[in-house]
Nanobody, 116 residues
Framework: QVQLVESGGGLVEAGGSLRLSCAAS????????IVWYRQGPGKERELIAT????????NYADSVKGRFTISRDNAKNTVYLQMNSLKPEDTAVYYC?????????WGQGTQVTVSS
């Protein structure tokens, strides 16, 4: 059974940091690029970061570039999202998935709330 479980969210003040984790099971994790999406209140789901299957290539949305870093540990079947200099507009539920997206792989996400 495929599972992608996000964790590490929480409440943080503006300017603070959080590290999110995405733990995968049930498929050959190291064969897939992984993406992080987020969905803020009243907003559509937004692609914010991508990492290649081996971890050598990453891409970011302009809204998070320079503040967020995606990484992965294929030995642990886990992808991370280090989020620094957080802003209130980063408040959202954060999700991970494979790339290409598999609609049945979406997890519950992890809530990040940034207070001003």
């Amino acid at each position: 059974q495929v599972q992608l479980v996000e964790s590490g969210g929480g409440l943080v003040e503006a300017g603070g940091s959080l590290r999110l984790s995405c733990a995968a099971s049930g498929f050959t994790f190291s064969s897939y690029a992984i993406v992080w999406y987020r969905q803020g209140p009243g907003k559509e789901r937004e692609l914010i970061a991508t990492i290649s299957s081996g971890g050598s290539s990453t891409n970011y949305a302009d809204s998070v570039k320079g503040r967020f870093t995606i990484s992965r540990d294929n030995a642990k079947n886990t992808v991370y999202l280090q989020m620094n200099s957080l802003k209130p507009e980063d408040t959202a539920v954060y999700y991970c998935n494979t790339f290409p997206i598999k609609s049945n792989y979406w997890g519950q996400g992890t809530q990040v709330t940034v207070s001003s």
